[in-house]
């Protein structure tokens, strides 16, 4: 669905995704040991304004994660519309200060401006919520005049347009093969009330979602894209917010799958209860789900329960993890340090953790407060919220700071040691890799991903196992794979593992802020203009 009001005049549309600073879950370090691939995901609600702008307005599109506007883009455009969270804050500021010199007018959407609009006194208008009646009043006031108001305007969504009403986004504008993996929205809202979350209060409790249809004929659009990624990461913020649609859309894209060769593997994120849902998990390894990212946030009970996610404490934690393993799903885990409960034993208990539980990639971060949640409004309550862009974290925590943050960076140290990340991967090859589908199809063995997987392995060998300062652990890990012909482990798993090994580095030295959510301000991966 577009815009479906009528327009008497004709706005050519720049959309602008910032540059994100160096972070844990962008995984930039891996971009150069792969071929062309430049940026992590495509900007899944910025493409989605795109496709709803009407008809015969042109749009262009810009991720500055892979090009920077010039001033061309600005000088073609009638009106510049960004989007962006919070992390992109600088950046976000950035684009403003670019589009006005070129006397264009503004508009900023998206999760950060919908969560604080004061941050951003220096756009025109303001898009607060998400796809609804505000994106019509946006679009009939650029319709009506593209000069700058006299004072900022903010629109803010009263009347959501139903998932099921959403168009395709523009996936044409942008070159997916520059991205290490695609991405697509099924659901959106929790039903839960975890107390750092600022998901319910800005996209719902009742999750609302799209029609099988809608997902494989994004699908369709996808794989129509030459050299696109083989992977999609569903970004719903609970994959199982409503489990019955969730079981009534997978066959769909099983049955996409089988019809098509198995072009794709899936990813998304969900509560750890999934576990419990043996149907739906037994779907998604028939429709080639092979990662999932869990927010465990703690090992400790207690500390759930102090944050409102009891639902981790639903079945015992390891048992859950060795559950989601047993159907092919390498769990992705998040982690936060700095919590109320945390106490000088947090430390060690949270490296036993890592090491029992296996799993390779924890994104740990700092507690930070959210606006519009829980723990924002007990903070505020208890004065303990602090105003400071050089600290990690906005949280004053009941442990010193500098200890907190010396934690964090112990933590990282060791998770990321490369013996010990291998050891973890070799886990995942042996005990779980093996229970995945292993679809064999003509489509999978084209000269074309031949040729990539032939490419990727040789910027391995040469950049980690030539040039690299791990070579020992790497080449006791890379022989057992080749002797074993596990090639396509050993690419993807080296991938992954160099990315954390020299992020991990990064923090230890200080050089990454301990909270994604951080304002703390650090140089952004812009590409030169």
Not at 11 to 29: D, M, N, Q
Not at 299 to 304: C, G, I, K, N
């Amino acid at each position: 669905m577009r815009f479906s009001q009528p327009v008497s005049y004709t706005r050519r549309i720049l959309c602008v995704f910032p540059a994100y600073t160096p972070a844990f879950g962008t995984f930039a370090h891996a971009y150069r040991l792969m071929h062309n691939v430049q940026a992590f995901m495509p900007p899944q609600g910025l493409l989605l304004i795109a496709a709803y702008m009407p008809e015969h307005w042109p749009v262009r599109f810009i991720d500055e994660n892979i090009a920077r506007a010039t001033g061309e883009d600005f000088a073609w455009a009638d009106a510049v519309f960004v989007s962006g969270m919070h992390i992109q804050a600088a950046q976000i500021h950035d684009i403003a200060r670019r589009a006005k010199a070129a006397g264009k007018v503004t508009a900023l959407g998206g999760p950060s401006v919908s969560s604080v609009p004061e941050m951003y006194p220096d756009y025109d208008y303001l898009h607060v919520g998400e796809l609804g009646d505000s994106t019509n009043a946006l679009v009939a006031q650029l319709d009506e005049s593209c000069a700058p108001p006299q004072a900022q305007v903010r629109f803010q969504t009263k009347e959501r347009l139903g998932l099921n009403e959403f168009p395709i986004p523009a996936y044409h504008l942008v070159p997916l093969s520059r991205y290490l993996m695609c991405t697509l929205q099924f659901s959106s809202g929790c039903p839960y009330l975890c107390e750092f979350c600022d998901i319910p209060n800005l996209y719902g409790r009742q999750p609302r979602y799209k029609t099988p249809e809608q997902i494989t004929a994004e699908l369709d659009v996808i794989t129509s894209q030459t050299d696109h990624p083989s992977q999609v990461y569903f970004v719903d913020d609970n994959f199982i917010g409503n489990r019955k649609a969730a079981r009534e859309m997978l066959p769909h894209v099983v049955e996409w799958q089988k019809q098509r060769g198995y072009p794709m593997q899936f990813a998304c994120e969900a509560t750890l209860n999934i576990a419990k849902q043996s149907e739906i998990l037994a779907l998604m390894r028939e429709a080639a789900f092979v990662g999932i990212f869990v927010g465990i946030e703690t090992p400790e009970a207690d500390a759930l329960s102090a944050m409102r996610k009891d639902q981790n404490n639903s079945l015992p934690m390891m048992e859950a993890i060795k559950t989601l393993n047993e159907y092919g799903l390498e769990v992705i885990s998040g982690i936060i340090l700095g919590l109320d409960t945390d106490s000088d034993d947090t430390e060690q208990r949270l490296k036993d953790f890592i090491d029992l539980s296996n799993i390779p990639t924890l994104t740990i971060n700092l507690l930070q407060a959210l606006p519009k949640t829980p723990l924002w409004d007990r903070l505020k309550r208890e004065n303990r919220l602090i105003e400071d862009e050089g600290r990690d974290s906005n949280v004053d925590f009941f442990l010193p700071y500098d200890d907190v943050v010396a934690t964090w960076r112990a933590c990282m140290g060791s998770a990321y040691e490369p013996a010990k990340l291998l050891e973890r991967y070799e886990y995942q090859i042996r005990e779980t890799y093996p229970k995945r589908l292993q679809p064999r199809t003509p489509q999978q063995a084209t000269w074309k991903n031949i040729k990539l997987g032939l490419t990727m392995l040789r910027n391995i060998f040469w950049k980690v196992g030539i040039l690299g300062d791990y070579k020992r652990e790497f080449w006791k890990f890379a022989l057992r794979r080749l002797a074993r012909g596990e090639i396509e482990h050993l690419i993807a798993s080296i991938m992954v593992a160099h990315h954390l090994i020299n992020f991990a580095r990064d923090a230890s030295g200080g050089q990454t802020n301990a909270s994604y959510y951080s304002l703390k301000l650090q140089e952004a991966s812009v590409p030169a203009e």
